[in-house]
């Protein structure tokens, strides 16, 4: 259900599961973890989704197990330490769990017809650690506040006006690559050592 495709320096990474929306099990999360692993000497890292929806987060069969797995935070902490640029491709909504996938990378893109939502204040659970502070680093205290408290959800355009994305575009994974295309054209020490920066 994780496809992976490397092309020279570039890994891509697609969530294979749409007739399910994408929703995360368990094994998904682990295989996941290997994959982003696996690709730590790629200059540039893309997740992205099959189908409608990037990620519906959890799978509902599976989500009193995942709801305090630690899964989750150890998927997000491999994307955020990968070396290299990564760019998580929206190719739909982006819920839940998910969300931390996609705040871990240092770059988002997403279709127009995206949506998103987090919505631990309807579920009764918290998120995962480092997802507050990553959204609040992106969007501010109050634009992460009003998804996490407020369970608001939010357009794309609603995304790229409050910093949680940085592109619009038809074909994310299109613009991933145009946007990964500097650094696919450098030294890949240079790209690591300006990674290291931030």
């Known amino acids: 259900m994780i496809h992976t495709a490397t092309e020279g320096e570039l890994t ?16 998904m999360l682990a295989e996941l973890c290997r ?3 696996a690709a730590q000497d790629s200059s540039a890292l893309i997740l992205t989704g099959n189908g409608r929806v990037f990620s ?18 150890e ?3 491999a994307i955020a330490d990968h070396p290299g640029l990564t760019i998580a491709a929206l190719n739909g909504t982006l819920a839940g769990g998910a969300m931390g996938m996609a705040l871990a990378c240092d770059m988002r893109i ?49 995304a790229l006006t409050y910093g949680l994305i940085e592109e619009v575009a038809d074909d994310p994974v299109a613009a991933a690559r145009a946007m990964a295309t500097a650094a696919l054209q450098a030294d890949a020490d240079h790209v690591r050592d300006l990674k290291s920066l931030f």
């Not at 891509?12 to 094994?27: E, G, V």
């Open 35 to 37: 994959a982003v692993q």
């Open 75 to 77: 998927l997000s902490t």
């Open 110 to 158: 997403a279709v127009p017809g995206a949506r998103f939502f987090y919505p631990v204040m309807k579920m009764g659970v918290r998120p995962q650690p480092s997802d507050p502070p990553r959204l609040v680093a992106l969007c501010g205290p109050a634009r992460a506040k009003s998804l996490l408290l407020g369970a608001q959800k939010w357009t794309a355009e609603q």
């Open 12 to 27: 891509i990474l697609t969530l294979d599961r749409p007739d399910k929306a994408n929703a995360l099990t368990a094994a």
């Open 56 to 73: 519906a987060g959890a799978d509902l069969a599976d989500v009193g197990r995942l709801a305090t797995s630690p899964l989750w935070e």
